[in-house]
């Protein structure tokens, strides 16, 4: 077990994630503004089974959209909103549109389970948990139909109320994944205590591995340990075939990526779902 640890620690600091340097960020006035108008939307992303192919779940991904700048992309928003509280305004308006989404696709016959990123600052928002409760109940949907996604490195500080909400989370159902993992060097025992159920390896991993063989071999060790501790495995960043044939070779639970399908708006799900279903059928 540590011999695998350490071996991906040591691959984990040689591939950092190249975060894009030179994304203009918003303003603070232009985020509230945005917050006020009603400009933040959701983009979908499809999360298929490797073994059947079926859609299973979609990501939940934050857009906004700019009066003049048109499209804008998270990297340009969300940690300026995580340095405000402002990421609470969003994050609680998200739940409730992302519910309302798997609710409306259910009446229409399709049963999915949407994922959210959550940011760590909302995590110790103690009546977090009685709220999702009451949104799911609202909409009538299970527990098991949220999945709240959560970076590998926020996790990693010891906070005990972070930890008591997500144990009342997922003690009710709501399932908790572990995103970008591989580049918060966290530890075995600290990943064994908390209540995750599933672990997403960064798409950086995923991408080297074809063409690297430690990265490779890095993939394969995270694969192994995530089917020990019993969660299921998401590759993320899935682009062409030879990504997807690794994927199926490592025997990944889930699989994401533009190969499979780009994030979307919501109006264009229904259609990407049936010529998906009648792809694999
Ligand atoms: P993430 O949660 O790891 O989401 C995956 C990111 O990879 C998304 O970028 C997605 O569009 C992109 N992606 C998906 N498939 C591929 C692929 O095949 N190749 C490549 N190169 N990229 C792919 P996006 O939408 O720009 O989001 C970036 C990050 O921002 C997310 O990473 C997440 O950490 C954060 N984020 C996005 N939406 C929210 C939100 O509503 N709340 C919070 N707190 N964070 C968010
Ligand atoms: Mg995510
Ligand atoms: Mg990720
Ligand atoms: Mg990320």
Known sequence: EHAVVSMIKKAAQQKQPTHRA???????YELIRALDQHQFDLHYQPLICNKTKKLVGIEALARLNHPTKG???PDSFIMELEHNSLIKDLTYK?????????????????????????????????H????IFELLNCYQLPPTNLVLEITESSVIEQQADMLEV???LSMRGVKLSIDDFGTGYSSVERLIDLPFSEMKIDKTFVQQATTDESAR????????MAKRLNMSIVLEGIESIEHWNMACYLNADILQGYYIAKPMPAAQLIEWIKKWQKAIA
């Open 217 to 224: 071999a890095t993939l394969e060790s995270m694969t192994s």
């Open 94 to 126: 998200q739940l409730d549109q992302v519910l309302k989404q798997i609710s409306s696709l259910r009446d229409d016959g399709i049963s999915l389970s949407v994922s959210l990123n959550i940011s760590a600052t909302l995590l110790v928002e103690k």
């Open 22 to 28: 030179n994304v203009e960020k918003l303003k603070i």
């Open 128 to 131: 977090l948990p009685d709220m």
């Open 71 to 73: 499209l804008v992309f």
């Open 166 to 168: 997500l144990a009342r």
